[in-house]
């Protein structure tokens, strides 16, 4: 919106702050000036002013015009606001006013119209020209330019209407359900009951309070003009105007709430300026005032203000003096309110009919606030007797996060949306994702069942770039359930793809894996439990998920609970995301994982005997695993083994002393007493028992 | 060493005394490039920065002195950046040495690039988000989170937004599937900010509270480059009896200098939300220019960064219904709010906000 300080200062003449100190203090008061523009002079050498670009918050409609600015500035430099000069020429009075009948009272409050008669329809001259230009503001003839000045003057919407052209006196009625009126704009719009009409006797000749009717418009033809200020109900209108998509500078102002007591001084303001080119008044202004719409706005019961509770809420002024009870009066008088003292430091306070933003005692302590300026309010801290609370999860995510940066990957976050597609695929339970209504595209139609969608568009992403060393998490909430009750859950995604070196355990290709696989048993390390174990499933049963490639895949159990899925991204999905090199995700239900407390480290005294290494070579076929040969190991419940891991695995070939369909294993056993140095015999003995089980489970010792 | 090998000055210019420097310093570098031993180095050292008969004593007496006083200290500049030159000159001499000729069979290369394990880096988001909030923990805040799908109820009418209120239309929501046959309060939502953890837990929880909630939020914003429709909020929340609107900007005047340091200036401005009452904006000077005026901060020496006012108590007339000890006219409260991605925007420099949300590589490793 923009506004003149040359017409400010037309109602406020004894401001002495210049134009830049002005649109200061406004802005500090909330009333912000975000750009002054100097408007340079007039041919006579005389200044323009400058031209103040506003930004006003939605609740302060009384203060988006001319009229409204100037009295804040009144109010800040406490200096008179002069009255707006509605008065009109002397006129005759008639002997048969303009009727007018108000038949939806609840929906319109108030009308105002009068007759003017033999009026000269032309260009504007004079201050309004002068001013629509330095606006910019486009003129059209002076009927219309008069009731866009006085929406710019002082914010109340107005209309004109050729009163040749209307067949009886006006109707403010519903509209009929499917009646048709043609608008300003030229388009043609069918009403409903809930739509509020202006109307003559036989048809609507404007929708009320958003825009007039074409076919009572004025043209240059015009002689005679009916001019109209009303008011209507703010959520007719809203609903009206959302209902029509018609958002114009009239609907704006009524669905916020026009000033009651405005409608006769606009309707005066209007008559004067067309009266200007020509032409008389006839009769009397008709208006007709509905008693309970007034009560709701211009005339609203006092409300009460305790000075009190003016400090209790806005605490200490940088002066120290705070808010004396006459400073209080002095402010909230000059923004129209009436005080009347009700008691002791006490007042009964009539509000001003342009401000039902205010309502209650703490709009009127806001506004003590508002004048006396926030900076001049000191900076306090509060006391507090509290402590501060972790969430019972606020560990364990910490620690969660912590331990994936410290293991190399890096934190991403991604949509919390995925097509429907995607949920069919990723979901872990299917048909339990919930739609958007209106969603923001068409790939983002879904609440996210699970992070890994997110998780394989950043992977793709990366690689798409020719980024091929990628290592990320993601720490996220997936959504479950039904457009009835949506469940939410905290989940984590993990996605890694590029270079990652075999070891002599496994070949390079399968390093990811074992790299995921290893950052999954570190983050559930993390957590007490009793059983932690990793299984996976034929690609026929069924109980694969879909977007894991068979026999490249696992699932991660822990206390019975499948706390991850995680493996090489299923061919199908890699395809589709064009994924050029090979993807490993998988995805932690951290609310499962959650149910455990995190792990509380014991220590245990260290051994003060020597630790003594075995190593044995055997040649296993490769339906043995390695859980298989561990779990063969601790079924001996060997006290003193203390430790067995794989050195070495690799595989055979036909015609290699390693025979096809079996590979070699080098296995590593630490033995060591918390008692004693082990004895040769001892060692011999526990050797032995090892190699038998060894045996027993299909081995064959290598020579 | 004789005299005669310091040249003599023919003039005290610019170019005459570029060009004896210039020579001076070739001369340097032929004799130390042929000073091939240790005994060699030590005899150059000693030659040039020989305290008594030094070439640079000898040359600091004889110029210097007969140098006339305007061309002194032109002079003096460069015979000290010369000096400079000579004694890194020779201390490089003297370490490639102790390293280079004697040097051990294993010796180690130790100019290739050191080994490092990568390490995770964290999102930029994530830990602005973390470092705002550990600024108020450390003021007695505890960390209060909620749901991301809301009811109307928390996003909106317990926050005193009416049905049908235009302070709705400020903020585009995205809305759950099948929520029309459902009552307005119990439709589901994204939520559009994180205040309705603000009633949430003031249901759960008698005052005082305090508590800053950080979290992810959706609005059916077009995406831009400053604008997406996910964005991450920081929102707090202060209840007790006389909490006032000095005690509001003092705890933001104080939580601002511990994030940003302690010469940030704060000021605020009346501004409007429909669930705080004052309700304010504030402004922080900036903090590249400090105040001056720069192009980050528009020239105006100040940078808007949350929002905030005093608890409306209509929001504590809904919270009262469920938790009786919130009665608005025995206690107050003060509530603000951040945009975490404008807050990483500027720190970090970030000039599109869809980065954030890429989890490309190239853009984290800057945060490395």
């Given at each position: 919106m923009k506004i003149l300080s040359q017409w400010i200062r037309e109602y406020v003449p004894s401001i002495a702050a210049d134009d830049?100190q002005l649109a200061d203090d406004l802005t500090l008061r909330g009333i912000a000036v975000d ?14 002013g400058s031209l103040f670009e506003m930004d006003i918050t939605t609740n302060r409609v009384d203060a988006m015009n001319h009229y409204g600015i100037a009295r804040e500035a009144a109010t800040i430099y406490n200096v008179p606001l002069l009255p707006l000069d509605a008065a009109l ?18 929906l319109c409050g108030r009308f105002t119209?009068r ?12 201050v309004?020209?002068?001013r629509?230009?330095?606006l ?10 008069a009731t866009n000045f006085v929406w710019m003057a002082m914010g109340h919407p107005t209309h ?49 309070g ?17 001019v109209e200020a009303a008011w209507f109900d703010p959520a007719t209108i809203r ?10 500078d009239a609907s704006h102002r009524f669905e916020r709430g026009a000033d009651f007591n405005a409608a006769p001084v606009a309707n005066a303001l209007v008559c004067k300026l ?11 202004l008709?208006d007709v005032v509905i008693p309970e719409a007034a009560a709701r706005t211009a005339d609203r019961t006092a409300i009460s203000l305790a000075v009190s509770e003016v400090a209790r809420h806005l605490g200490?002024t940088?002066?120290?003096k705070g808010i004396p009870a006459a400073t209080v009066v002095q402010y909230l008088t000059a923004l129209g309110c009436d005080l009347k003292a009700s008691g002791e430091q006490a007042y009964a306070v009539k509000l001003p009919s342009w401000r039902l933003d205010i309502e209650r005692e703490i709009d009127l302590i806001e506004e003590v606030a508002r004048v006396h300026g926030y900076n001049k309010f ?326 | ?159 005193n937004?009416p049905?049908?209120h235009p302070a ?77 609107f ?22 605020f401005f009346p501004s409007f939300f429909p669930f705080t009452e004052p309700s304010a904006d ?27 006012g005093m608890?409306d108590p209509a ?13 608005p ?40």
């Amino acid at each position: 919106m923009k506004i003149l300080s040359q017409w400010i200062r037309e109602y406020v003449p004894s401001i002495a702050a210049d134009d830049r100190q002005l649109a200061d203090d406004l802005t500090l008061r909330g009333i912000a000036v975000d750009g002054v523009f100097d408007l340079g002079a007039d041919a006579d050498g005389k200044s323009n002013g400058s031209l103040f670009e506003m930004d006003i918050t939605t609740n302060r409609v009384d203060a988006m015009n001319h009229y409204g600015i100037a009295r804040e500035a009144a109010t800040i430099y406490n200096v008179p606001l002069l009255p707006l000069d509605a008065a009109l020429p002397e006129f005759a009075k008639s002997s048969k006013p303009c009727p007018v009948r108000i038949e939806a009272p609840e929906l319109c409050g108030r009308f105002t119209a009068r007759v003017l008669r033999g009026v000269h329809v032309g260009a504007s001259s004079g201050v309004v020209a002068e001013r629509f230009r330095l606006l910019e503001q486009k003129q059209i003839f002076n009927t219309v330019d008069a009731t866009n000045f006085v929406w710019m003057a002082m914010g109340h919407p107005t209309h004109a209407f050729d009163l040749d052209k209307l067949e009886g006196g006006i109707v403010v009625r519903r509209a009929r359900k499917g009646e048709k009126i043609k608008l300003l704009d030229g388009t043609e719009r069918t009403l409903e009951p809930d739509d509020l009409v202006v109307a003559d006797e036989v048809k609507a000749v404007g929708l009320a309070g958003i825009m007039g009717g074409w076919d009572t418009m004025i043209t240059p033809a015009t002689r005679n003009v009916l001019v109209e200020a009303a008011w209507f109900d703010p959520a007719t209108i809203r609903r009206s105007s959302r209902r029509h998509g018609l958002h114009t500078d009239a609907s704006h102002r009524f669905e916020r709430g026009a000033d009651f007591n405005a409608a006769p001084v606009a309707n005066a303001l209007v008559c004067k300026l067309i009266l200007e080119s020509g032409g008389s008044v006839e009769g009397e202004l008709v208006d007709v005032v509905i008693p309970e719409a007034a009560a709701r706005t211009a005339d609203r019961t006092a409300i009460s203000l305790a000075v009190s509770e003016v400090a209790r809420h806005l605490g200490a002024t940088e002066d120290g003096k705070g808010i004396p009870a006459a400073t209080v009066v002095q402010y909230l008088t000059a923004l129209g309110c009436d005080l009347k003292a009700s008691g002791e430091q006490a007042y009964a306070v009539k509000l001003p009919s342009w401000r039902l933003d205010i309502e209650r005692e703490i709009d009127l302590i806001e506004e003590v606030a508002r004048v006396h300026g926030y900076n001049k309010f000191a900076n306090t801290l509060p006391a507090f007797a509290g402590t501060v609370v972790d969430l019972p999860q606020e560990q364990k995510e910490a620690t969660l996060r912590r331990t994936l940066l410290a293991l190399g990957l890096s934190e991403a976050v991604s949509s919390t949306f995925c097509s429907a597609a995607e949920a069919d695929v990723f979901a872990p339970q299917p048909g339990s994702s919930v739609a958007m209504g209106n969603p923001l595209n068409e790939e983002a139609g879904m609440l996210r069942p699970s992070l890994l969608p997110g998780m394989l568009t950043m992977m793709a992403h990366n690689l798409h770039r020719d980024v091929q060393d990628v290592r990320l998490f993601e720490m996220g909430t997936v959504f479950s359930g039904s457009t009835e009750r949506v469940d939410e859950n905290p989940a984590l995604s993990l996605g890694a793809t590029g270079a990652a070196e075999g070891t002599s355990l496994y070949p390079e290709k399968d390093a990811l894996f074992f790299e995921m696989k290893g950052a999954i048993e570190e983050l559930c390390g993390k957590f007490s439990r009793r059983s932690l174990y990793f299984d996976t499933f034929a690609a026929d049963s069924g109980l694969l998920p879909a977007w894991l490639q068979p026999g490249r895949c696992a699932r991660a159990v822990m206390d019975g609970a499948t706390v991850a899925w995680f493996g090489q991204v299923s061919s199908a999905q890699a395809q589709q995301r064009k994924l050029k090199q090979a993807v490993y995700v998988g995805e932690v239900y951290l609310h499962r994982l959650y149910k455990q407390a995190l792990r509380q480290p014991i220590s245990r005294e260290l051994s003060r005997f020597p630790a003594v290494e075995r190593d044995f070579s055997f040649i296993f076929p490769n339906a043995i695993s390695w859980q298989q040969v561990a779990a063969a190991l601790d079924n001996l419940a060997l006290a003193e083994m203390v430790s067995r891991e794989p050195r070495e695995i690799f595989p055979g070939a036909a015609g290699k002393p390693v025979p096809e369909g079996h590979s070699s294993l080098l296995l590593r056993a630490v033995f060591q007493s918390q008692e004693r140095t082990l004895r040769e015999e001892e060692m011999q003995a526990m050797s032995a028992r090892v190699m038998e089980a060894l045996r027993d489970l299909g081995g064959q010792l290598r020579a | 060493m004789a005299n005669e090998t310091i040249p003599r000055l023919e003039s005290y210019d610019d170019v005459a005394l570029t060009k004896a420097f210039g020579e001076l310093k070739l001369q340097f570098n032929q004799e130390a490039m042929l000073s091939g031993s240790p005994e060699g180095r030590e005899s150059l050292r000693v030659d040039w920065l020989g305290r008594k008969q030094g070439r640079l004593t000898q040359i600091s007496s004889i110029w210097l002195k007969t140098a006339p006083d305007s061309a002194k200290r032109s002079l003096g500049q460069r015979f000290n950046e010369f000096k400079a030159y000579i004694e890194q000159s020779i201390a490089q001499e003297l370490s490639v040495e102790s390293a280079g000729s004697g040097r051990p069979l294993d010796a180690i290369d130790i100019s290739l690039p050191g080994t490092r394990s990568r390490i995770g880096i964290e999102h930029p988001l994530i830990k602005t988000m973390n470092e705002i909030v550990a600024v108020f923990k450390s003021m007695g805040y505890s960390v209060g989170v909620g749901p991301e799908v809301e009811t109307d109820y928390y996003n909106f009418e317990s926050l005193n937004f009416p049905p049908n209120h235009p302070a709705r239309d400020t903020q585009d929501t995205l809305v759950v599937a099948g929520q029309e046959r459902k009552a307005l309060r119990d439709r589901l939502l994204m939520r559009t900010h994180t205040s309705p953890v603000q009633i949430r837990t003031m249901e759960q929880q008698a005052p005082p509270v305090r508590i800053v909630i950080p979290g992810k939020v959706h609005r059916n914003d077009a995406a831009d480059a400053t604008h997406s429709p996910i964005f991450h909020q920081v929102e707090g929340l202060c209840v007790d009896t006389n909490i006032t609107f000095s005690d509001l900007k003092g705890t933001l005047d104080h939580a601002m200098k511990a994030f940003f340091g302690s010469s940030v200036k704060t000021r605020f401005f009346p501004s409007f939300f429909p669930f705080t009452e004052p309700s304010a904006d504030v402004q922080i000077s900036c903090i590249f220019c400090g105040g001056k005026g720069c192009r980050k901060c528009k020239h105006s020496g100040w940078i808007e960064l949350l929002g905030c006012g005093m608890v409306d108590p209509a929001v504590f007339g809904a919270v009262q219904q469920k938790q009786p000890g919130y009665d608005p006219k025995k206690i107050s409260g003060f509530a603000f709010g951040m945009g975490v991605e404008r807050i990483a925007m500027m720190k970090y420099g970030v000039s599109d906000i869809g980065q954030f949300y890429s989890g490309d590589m190239r853009f984290l490793e800057q945060f490395a």
